[in-house]
């Protein structure tokens, strides 16, 4: 019998004590083993450092704060596995989220990524900060984050990891990369990934994220516009 294939699952956090416990808790729920767990520690000044270690098995990489994409890619950099998954401290996985990714993909060699859709989470609709739109929070959207990601390791041999010039939309710019290198995305349409909605994971740079989203934009026509003239 063919041994089930490991599963590399990154988090990357920063004084996130209490909440990185509820993540770890939903992913060492999961019916699917093996995994090979490994939290990427920003410089946190509480105790999330020693929560995530406090886990049997969970390796804890050790980094100054260099923003998301780095943390990411110091987490590429250390899986053991050719499946990677991506948790975020405040995000929570459904048991038979990776199971159901790595039957998928087995099923479809010429897969390389899929995802998933999602539903967000919240405590109360009173308490929500301000320019959350309501309704948003009652769907269940196809998930094109990094949470609801399964991925081939061979994809960033392929297209890259994650470019640190977009602090706040590096997922979108490397989907963008990969819709335009080719690689092929599935979509199941199923809830695995609760999406916890609070003050502390609302960016309130929305400008910032405009900015970057407006350059990345500009670099997919340019790209296109290349691929193009090679025609």
């Known amino acids: 019998m063919t041994p089930s294939p490991m599963v590399s699952v990154i988090l990357p956090v920063k004084n996130r004590e209490t909440l990185v416990r509820h993540a770890l ?63 975020a401290s405040d995000d929570r996985w459904l048991p038979e ?11 479809h060699p010429s897969t390389d990524i899929m995802i998933t859709r999602f539903k ?12 959350t739109r309501r309704e948003r929070l009652e769907e269940e959207p196809i998930g094109r984050i990094l949470e609801t990601l399964m991925v081939r390791r061979r994809v960033f041999d392929q297209i890259g990891m994650f470019d640190p010039r977009f602090a706040l939309s590096s997922d979108t710019e490397w989907f963008t990369r990969a819709k335009h290198a080719g690689i092929t995305l599935n979509v199941l349409d199923q809830v695995l990934l609760h999406k916890y909605v609070h003050a502390g994971n609302l960016s309130n740079n929305a400008i910032a994220i405009q900015r970057e989203l407006l350059l990345i934009m500009r670099e997919s026509v340019a790209r296109q516009r290349r691929k193009s003239c090679t025609l």
């Open 97 to 107: 989220k990776i199971a159901v990714q790595v039957a998928h993909l087995q099923q």
């Open 25 to 87: 808790d939903s992913v060492f729920a999961q019916t699917y083993r093996p995994l090979d767990v490994i939290v990427v520690d920003g410089g946190s000044t509480d105790g999330t450092a020693a929560a995530a270690q406090s886990y049997e098995g969970v390796r804890v990489l050790q980094e100054e704060s260099a923003g998301l994409p780095h943390a990411f890619n110091t987490g590429i950099r250390a899986v053991r596995a050719d499946l990677i998954a991506f948790i």
């Open 120 to 131: 967000y989470i919240h405590d109360s609709l009173d308490t929500l900060p301000p320019g």
